[in-house]
């Protein structure tokens, strides 16, 4: 049985069709891939910074006889962190889990 012109021409119109969506889809796709990694790079990259400060910053806290002069005083960056540290360690783990939806 042969298809006429008219129905071959539809034909390849459809498939046309569904080969730009399916183009846009996954190119879309890609995107969101390329966008999630890049966050989650910046998170890690974020997360081994912490890694390596809060040994130093959990050193000077527990040198420290008198540890209100932590929360108090000078303002200085150690400060925020010891304050501040829950607070990163908690939205970090949200983060984490968000990227895993």
Do not use: W
């Amino acid at each position: 049985m042969e298809i006429s012109h008219l129905k071959k021409h539809a034909i390849i119109c459809i498939f046309s069709f569904v080969e730009r969506f399916v183009a846009e889809v996954f190119h879309d796709l890609c995107e969101e891939v390329i966008s999630t990694a890049a966050r989650g790079h910046s998170l890690m990259i974020q997360v081994q910074q912490l890694e390596e400060e809060v040994p130093s910053i959990e050193k000077a806290f527990m040198s420290q006889a008198n540890h209100t002069s932590f929360f108090t005083g000078t303002g200085s960056s150690i400060t925020y962190i010891v304050i501040f540290l829950p607070t990163i360690m908690v939205t970090t783990l949200f983060i984490l889990m968000d990227l895993n939806n």
